[in-house]
């Protein structure tokens, strides 16, 4: 599968969060502790969510010779819009000059976006809608939580992904299994901004995305092991017959709580978090094929790939290289 990643130039560390609280409890020590991230990406001032997107894509064309010219289906998973209408992916087709008869979607999903996009793409393809689809992932993660609480703030950065899916690789895409539940919107959700609760110059605190930490700790737990077993199930195929899991970088906590939670052995579990932070839709295929870079995913292997997060959602499926 062709995949490609931009990163921001600017880095973050721990030191900066440590001397903005000034307190024991967010030391440089204590926040890698409490979430195994050392620094993490920041989108330049003059960046935005179309730009990160958009560099991803170009670098995607420069590493595999793509002429995004032909690309029929342009499709951007984010939770960042630049504008509350229309949707951002028109800003992004405009900044890589694709053609008018490109069709564009967007997609308003965050952690399990990446997997969804898949579907999405690869349906589009089997019911002979599109041809070559272009799927992005892109979301401005530090500004989005810079107002938040200290225990949110610390795990987020910025970063984008862009994936080709097409008539030679769609096959590749094993069947995808996905839940909803409704009933956990509030457990991480920003307030005020929509129609519900306009913003009306409240305290940047109370615009900021809030995140009830230990109900979607629960939430992981008790639902994406059950999602690896039955994506696994629903293939016919057992843990043996993966390589390598590839899960959500939510926090080093979550992603050891899943692995002991399956049993998995830990060389198996792809752990990519120390020095990218949380990207949100991004952080599966950054994981991916910053893996795949070094070595350590290679062609043929087979990977399940896992997101869950806000809504809640949650969805998996597993990929050839």
Same mark, same amino acid.
């Given at each position: 599968?062709?995949?490609?990643?931009?990163?921001?130039?600017?880095?973050?560390?721990?030191?900066?969060?440590a001397?903005?609280?000034? *307190?024991?409890?967010?030391?440089?020590?204590?926040?890698?502790?409490? *979430?195994?991230?050392l620094?993490?990406?920041?989108?330049?001032?003059?960046?935005?969510?179309?730009?990160?997107?958009a560099k991803?894509?170009l670098?995607?064309?420069?590493?595999?010779?793509i002429d995004?010219?032909d690309?029929?289906?342009?499709?951007l998973?984010?939770?960042?819009?630049?504008? #509350?209408?229309?949707?951002?992916?028109?800003?992004?087709?405009?900044?890589?000059?694709l053609?008018?008869t490109?069709?564009?979607?967007?997609?308003?999903i965050?952690? *399990?976006g990446?997997?969804?996009g898949? #579907?999405? %793409?690869?349906?589009?393809? &089997?019911?002979?809608s599109?041809k070559k689809?272009?799927?992005?992932?892109?979301?401005?993660?530090?500004?989005?939580?810079?107002?938040?609480?200290m225990?949110?703030?610390?795990?987020?950065?910025d970063?984008?992904?862009?994936?080709?899916?097409?008539?030679? !690789?769609?096959?590749?895409?094993a069947?995808?299994?996905?839940?909803?539940?409704?009933?956990?919107?509030?457990?991480?959700?920003?307030?005020?901004?929509?129609?519900?609760?306009?913003?009306?110059?409240?305290?940047?605190k109370?615009?900021?995305?809030?995140?009830?930490?230990p109900?979607?700790?629960l939430?992981?737990?008790?639902?994406?092991?059950?999602?690896?077993?039955?994506? #696994?199930? %629903?293939? !016919? &195929?057992?843990?043996?017959?993966?390589?390598f899991?590839v899960?959500?970088?939510?926090?080093?906590?979550?992603?050891?709580?899943?692995?002991?939670?399956l049993?998995?052995?830990?060389?198996?579990?792809i752990?990519?978090?120390?020095?990218?932070?949380?990207?949100? *839709?991004?952080?599966?295929?950054?994981?991916?094929?910053?893996?795949?870079?070094?070595?350590?995913?290679?062609p043929?292997?087979?990977?399940?790939i896992?997101?869950?997060?806000?809504?809640?959602?949650?969805?998996?499926?597993?990929?050839?290289?």
């Amino acid at each position: 599968m062709k995949i490609a990643y931009y990163l921001p130039n600017e880095r973050v560390d721990n030191e900066y969060f440590a001397t903005l609280a000034n *307190s024991d409890e967010w030391s440089c020590e204590q926040i890698y502790k409490k *979430s195994g991230i050392l620094s993490r990406h920041k989108a330049a001032n003059d960046e935005l969510t179309s730009d990160l997107a958009a560099k991803a894509a170009l670098n995607l064309s420069k590493e595999y010779d793509i002429d995004l010219s032909d690309i029929d289906t342009l499709l951007l998973c984010t939770q960042s819009p630049e504008y #509350l209408q229309p949707a951002t992916v028109y800003l992004l087709h405009h900044k890589l000059n694709l053609p008018k008869t490109t069709n564009a979607m967007e997609i308003n999903i965050a952690c *399990s976006g990446y997997i969804h996009g898949l #579907l999405v %793409a690869k349906s589009l393809i &089997l019911s002979n809608s599109a041809k070559k689809v272009l799927l992005c992932t892109a979301d401005m993660c530090f500004k989005m939580f810079e107002h938040s609480d200290m225990a949110q703030r610390i795990l987020f950065g910025d970063g984008a992904s862009a994936t080709i899916i097409d008539e030679s !690789n769609a096959h590749k895409i094993a069947r995808v299994i996905s839940g909803t539940d409704g009933s956990g919107f509030f457990s991480m959700y920003k307030h005020h901004g929509g129609y519900a609760s306009p913003f009306n110059g409240q305290d940047p605190k109370d615009i900021a995305l809030t995140m009830n930490g230990p109900e979607v700790f629960l939430f992981t737990i008790r639902e994406v092991p059950n999602l690896v077993r039955q994506t #696994l199930k %629903a293939n !016919n &195929l057992n843990s043996d017959d993966i390589d390598f899991f590839v899960f959500h970088q939510a926090n080093l906590l979550i992603l050891e709580a899943i692995t002991k939670s399956l049993k998995l052995e830990r060389s198996k579990v792809i752990f990519d978090i120390e020095n990218i932070g949380n990207t949100s *839709s991004s952080s599966v295929p950054i994981a991916l094929k910053r893996a795949i870079e070094n070595g350590t995913i290679k062609p043929s292997h087979k990977v399940l790939i896992a997101g869950f997060g806000i809504g809640l959602a949650w969805s998996a499926t597993v990929i050839e290289i």
